[in-house]
């Protein structure tokens, strides 16, 4: 049967946060892992032993491993789910509070509310995510970020542009592992591109190109915390920031000491953030 498509355009759109989304993924891990087995375990045993009755077609009957199949298909479509509202929620605080805040370079208390966000996501993915649970790292330098000349290109545009496709495309994969890196890696990954685009369709003031510098080197110092290894998630918040520093008039840079400074001081703000909980 075929629902008519001027009846399913004006039906409201299925929306749902980034919380739900992760409740469904542990409902739908659960019913693969564990409750499809224990129902099927209780029928055979519940299943009178009689030759007439063969179990084993019975079971194939069932279609177990198809059911396993969709619900794992449902439970990795969740945390795909999860891991792009989050990014959402926190590249929109980044774009409303820093790109317009006042002229001081400082790191934003929005900036503090997006690793508080990153935190409770890290417990909350221990909890019903990881199947190995994962202690906080120790935050142990400040990153600093620098704008990089943009090495020269090779081939022609439609080159680019297949190249820049290839990379949408890994942003958020296929299918994301149960593990801690998997997950904030890609929620960070995919933070850093939608702020990315946000930036690429604005021009920049140099105060408000500093301010993406320093914030986002705020946010990456602090994945050090949740993260073992934050090299490669630094290329991403490159490109962020190469893109901010292509889209500014007149751009100036904060240099390494300058950001150090202001990134210890909103790491000092987050402890006290963290300590009126």
Same mark, same amino acid.
């Given at each position: 049967?075929?629902?008519?498509?001027?009846?399913?355009?004006?039906?409201?759109?299925?929306?749902?946060?980034?919380?739900?989304?992760?409740?469904?993924?542990?409902?739908?891990?659960?019913?693969?892992?564990?409750?499809?087995?224990?129902?099927?375990?209780?029928?055979?045993?519940?299943?009178?032993?009689?030759?007439?009755?063969?179990?084993?077609?019975?079971?194939?009957?069932?279609?177990?491993?198809?059911?396993?199949?969709?619900?794992?298909?449902?439970?990795?479509?969740?945390?795909?789910?999860?891991?792009?509202?989050?990014?959402?929620?926190?590249?929109?605080?980044?774009?409303?509070?820093?790109?317009?805040?006042?002229?001081?370079?400082?790191?934003?208390?929005?900036? %503090?509310?997006? =690793?508080? !966000? /990153?935190?409770?996501? #890290?417990? &909350?993915?221990?909890?019903?995510?990881? *199947?190995?649970?994962?202690?906080?790292?120790?935050?142990?330098?400040?990153?600093?970020?620098?704008?990089?000349?943009?090495?020269?290109?090779?081939?022609?545009?439609?080159?680019?542009?297949?190249?820049?496709?290839?990379?949408?495309?890994?942003?958020?994969?296929?299918?994301?592992?149960?593990?801690?890196?998997?997950?904030?890696?890609?929620?960070?990954?995919?933070?850093?591109?939608?702020?990315?685009?946000?930036?690429?369709?604005?021009?920049?003031?140099?105060?408000?190109?500093?301010?993406?510098?320093?914030?986002?080197?705020?946010?990456?110092?602090?994945?050090?915390?949740? %993260?073992?290894? =934050?090299? !490669? /998630?630094?290329?991403? #918040?490159? &490109?962020?920031?190469?893109?901010?520093? *292509?889209?500014?008039?007149?751009?100036?840079?904060?240099?390494?000491?300058?950001?150090?400074?202001?990134?210890?001081?909103?790491?000092?703000?987050?402890?006290?953030?963290?300590?009126?909980?």
């Amino acid at each position: 049967m075929e629902l008519n498509a001027a009846l399913l355009s004006q039906l409201a759109p299925l929306s749902f946060s980034s919380r739900v989304a992760l409740c469904l993924f542990a409902s739908c891990r659960t019913l693969s892992r564990q409750s499809v087995k224990n129902i099927v375990q209780t029928l055979i045993d519940y299943t009178p032993e009689d030759p007439s009755v063969d179990q084993e077609r019975l079971t194939l009957n069932m279609n177990i491993s198809g059911i396993v199949h969709v619900t794992n298909d449902a439970a990795n479509a969740m945390l795909r789910c999860y891991c792009v509202d989050l990014a959402k929620q926190c590249a929109a605080l980044f774009m409303k509070e820093v790109m317009n805040g006042e002229v001081d370079g400082r790191v934003m208390d929005a900036s %503090l509310r997006i =690793v508080q !966000l /990153l935190y409770t996501a #890290f417990m &909350d993915c221990n909890d019903v995510v990881c *199947d190995a649970v994962s202690a906080l790292q120790k935050v142990t330098e400040v990153v600093v970020l620098s704008h990089e000349d943009h090495k020269e290109r090779e081939g022609d545009g439609r080159r680019q542009i297949g190249s820049d496709m290839t990379m949408r495309v890994k942003i958020v994969p296929t299918e994301l592992r149960s593990t801690m890196a998997d997950v904030l890696s890609c929620v960070l990954k995919c933070f850093a591109k939608n702020v990315g685009e946000e930036i690429r369709a604005n021009v920049l003031y140099d105060y408000q190109y500093r301010y993406v510098e320093v914030n986002l080197a705020f946010i990456l110092t602090m994945t050090q915390g949740l %993260l073992k290894e =934050v090299s !490669l /998630l630094k290329e991403s #918040f490159l &490109d962020t920031v190469n893109s901010a520093f *292509d889209r500014c008039y007149e751009p100036t840079e904060v240099d390494g000491e300058s950001q150090k400074k202001e990134i210890e001081q909103g790491m000092e703000r987050f402890k006290e953030l963290v300590a009126e909980k």
